[in-house]
């Protein structure tokens, strides 16, 4: 008589739910924004229930959701699809005999944690994964391999890179810190205000802060003149002769959904 595979431990959504912090932790050390990380711990908890049925035990609770949060990231990545540091233009870098940084000025910045998690953010995805699940939370580069679904190979390539590219972002950093010099804010920070900006909802101080960020950064106002273009277009959707039919516009108006 054949057996049946073993099913799912009937404590796996205990299991998930104690795996809530490490995997908090880990999101929030990828994408450096708090929002970002709960909404991809909740799809990666809700993404692992609901596969429950599939799985069978051949990894850890912690690997299996660290796999289904890191499949949950590269999927919003590929959809944002802008990564500051190319490998292959780093891995060209440092193949040069030329090529050298000032090793006092890196360890000096690394000192910085603002500087270090600036240097995170222009490091490409992939690599920057397993760079913080090895560096960081100390896990073997087979676990890495293992619950990315890649090969031992290709987990210790990117390893490599990673640390070669963290190198030349915190050796570059001094260019950012140039080009910003005397700007308030990082550009983050100011990037984060600019919702609440269009809205009206700052405070003094603070939207002065912002006005001025925008008005010196090299990079920020063409990010700003795009959200206020759609912030614009988005608004232009009030009036509804001009996108929907008035028959709908009434329909709204009192409450009902479309026909």
């Known amino acids: 008589m054949s057996q049946h595979p073993p099913g799912p431990p009937a404590d796996l959504g205990a299991q998930v739910a104690a795996q809530r912090e490490p995997l908090l932790r880990f999101a929030l050390s990828i994408t450096r924004d708090p929002v970002a990380a709960e909404d991809l711990v909740q799809e990666a908890m809700a993404r692992a229930l609901a596969a429950r049925d599939g799985f069978r035990g051949d990894a850890s609770v912690a690997t299996w959701l660290h796999r289904i949060l890191h499949n949950a990231a590269v999927d919003r990545a590929r959809r944002s699809a802008r990564e500051v540091l190319v490998d292959e233009v780093?891995?060209?870098?440092?193949?040069?005999?030329?090529?050298?940084?000032?090793?006092?000025?890196?360890?000096?910045?690394?000192?910085?944690?603002?500087?270090?998690?600036?240097?995170?953010?222009?490091?490409?995805?992939?690599h920057r994964a397993v760079l913080l699940l090895h560096d960081v939370e100390e896990w073997t580069v087979e676990r890495i391999a293992d619950a990315l679904g890649i090969s031992l190979p290709a987990a210790k390539q990117r390893l490599r890179r990673g640390r070669m590219m963290m190198v030349t972002a915190m050796a570059r950093g001094h260019e950012r810190r140039a080009a910003l010099d005397g700007v308030p804010l990082r550009c983050w920070d100011a990037r984060q205000w600019v919702s609440g900006y269009l809205d009206g909802e700052l405070d003094v101080p603070t939207r002065a802060m912002v006005e001025r960020h925008i008005a010196a950064c090299p990079t920020c106002p063409p990010l700003v003149a795009a959200l206020t273009g759609t912030h614009r277009a988005l608004g232009a959707l009030r009036d509804p002769d001009s996108v929907i039919s008035p028959a709908l516009a009434e329909r709204l108006a009192r409450g009902g959904g479309p026909a």
């Open 90 to 126: 780093v891995e060209a870098d440092w193949h040069d005999d030329a090529y050298t940084v000032d090793a006092e000025a890196v360890a000096e910045r690394a000192e910085v944690r603002a500087e270090v998690e600036d240097a995170l953010l222009r490091i490409p995805f992939h």
